[in-house]
Every structure is written in C-alpha cells, then in structure tokens.
C-alpha cells in the first residue's frame, strides 16, 4: 500500500506536460488536410479577382472608344464604328485621329497600355477586341461585345506602339 501511495506522489510531483508524438503528427496531418482544400479555393479566387480587373480596365477602353466615336460622329457624320481603328493600320485620317484620341486619353488616364482596338463582328454580333498590357503589365485581349459580355484572354503576344 505505501509503494502505491509512493508511486502516485511521484507520478504527481513530476506532472509530465507536452504532447506526444503520435498528436503533434496528427494535427500535422488534419492541418495539411485542411491546407490541402483550402489552397486551390483561394487560388481560384484570386485568379477570378484579376479576370474582373482585366474586365474593368477593358470596359474602361471600351467606353474611350465610345467617347471618342461620339465626339467625332459629332463632327464628322461620314464616320462608322469601323472608324476605330489603331491608329499605325489602314483608316482615313480622320479614322486614325480616333484611335489616337483613344489612345491618349487611356494612357493619360491610367496605366494601360493600348495595343489595338478593331472593330468586328463576333457570332454575329458588334464587338470590339482590344489588346492591352493590363494595369500590372499582363497582355490582355478582350472581346467586348457592344452592349454585351466583356471576355479576356491573358498571356497573347502582341506590340504596344510607344
């Protein structure tokens, strides 16, 4: 009976703390589990928030053209939305003046750098596709279907004029 009592004193008096190993490897594991799901949610997310700022500064082009085709359809009733042009391709001078207007009043009011803007027909509908190096230096091209669906597609190579 005493070598009972004796062993639980010391038992108490030690008072080991800390957890084994078996624990600490299990948390590690549940922790990786979690980190294992975790993980591509938030990359998702992020890649969804840069397509909604690709979108945005696509808009942000967009509504240029449509200011600046505005002004000069103002002046110059020969104009059509074909006049939009970038501005080193083929075009009249007043179509190549547009897409230069276009062009300064994107580069002085942000920090895109347009490449082209045409305007086509995309499944039958009016669009415009315009290339860009995005705000953080990405090369974007975007379809933007006139009172319609912006999309964009990043990584393409094109040229932005100086």
């Known amino acids: 009976m005493k070598n009972k009592i004796k062993k639980l004193m010391n038992r108490a008096l030690r008072k080991e703390e800390g957890f084994t190993l078996v624990e600490i490897i299990v948390v590690i594991v549940i922790m990786a589990i979690l980190a294992a799901i975790a993980i591509p949610s938030v990359l998702g997310y992020i890649n969804d928030a ?17 200011v600046e085709e505005a002004k000069a359809n103002s002046t110059n009733s020969n ?74 597609e990043t990584g393409v190579t094109f040229t932005v004029t100086p």
């Open 50 to 66: 840069q397509d909604a700022k690709y979108i945005a500064e696509a808009r942000t082009i967009y509504l240029a053209c449509q």
């Open 79 to 152: 104009l059509t939305s074909t006049s939009l042009i970038h501005a080193d391709s083929g075009g009249s001078a007043d179509e190549k003046a547009i897409a230069s207007d276009v062009e300064t009043r994107i580069e002085t009011e942000s920090d895109l750098k347009v490449g082209t803007i045409d305007y086509t027909t995309v499944d039958g509908d009016e669009a415009y596709i315009i290339e860009f190096a995005a705000s953080d230096s990405t090369a974007v091209k975007a379809t933007v279907v006139v009172n319609g669906d912006i999309e964009v």
